[in-house]
């Protein structure tokens, strides 16, 4: 069994920030790529930032500059720094781990429950 877990979200002012934090337990082989998403209500899910295992990133273009992605393999943990922050940021986050279970297995989506990012004054 595979669990994602994110923490972080909160209610911040516009400029602040906040740092989000997933991390991916259980039984497995190895993780690839690991993503950010976001959905505000009323829109569709976006990808936010993603990074593969050997650390190349990519961001969605309205929020690069801003947040930046990090992993640490070591703890299965991928990191998402967002400062200046704006109202538009405001959405239920959700992390993603392209996960495979076994050596010779596929990789398959984990999506953890989501954390509740609003900024507001």
């Known amino acids: 069994q595979v669990q994602v877990v994110e923490s972080g979200g909160g209610l911040v002012q516009p400029g602040g920030s906040l740092r989000l934090s997933c991390a991916t337990s259980g039984s497995f082989f190895s993780i690839g790529a690991m993503g950010w998403y976001r959905q505000a209500p009323g829109k569709q899910r976006e990808l936010v930032a993603n990074?593969?295992?050997?650390?190349?990133?990519g961001y969605l273009g309205s929020v690069k500059g801003r947040f930046t992605i990090s992993r640490d393999n070591a703890k299965n943990t991928v990191y998402l720094q967002m400062n200046s922050l704006k109202p538009e940021d405001t959405a239920l986050y959700y992390c993603k781990a392209f996960v495979k279970l076994l050596i010779n297995s596929a990789y398959f989506d984990y999506w953890g429950q989501g954390t509740q990012v609003t900024v507001s004054s």
């Open positions: 990074i593969i295992s050997s650390g190349s990133t």
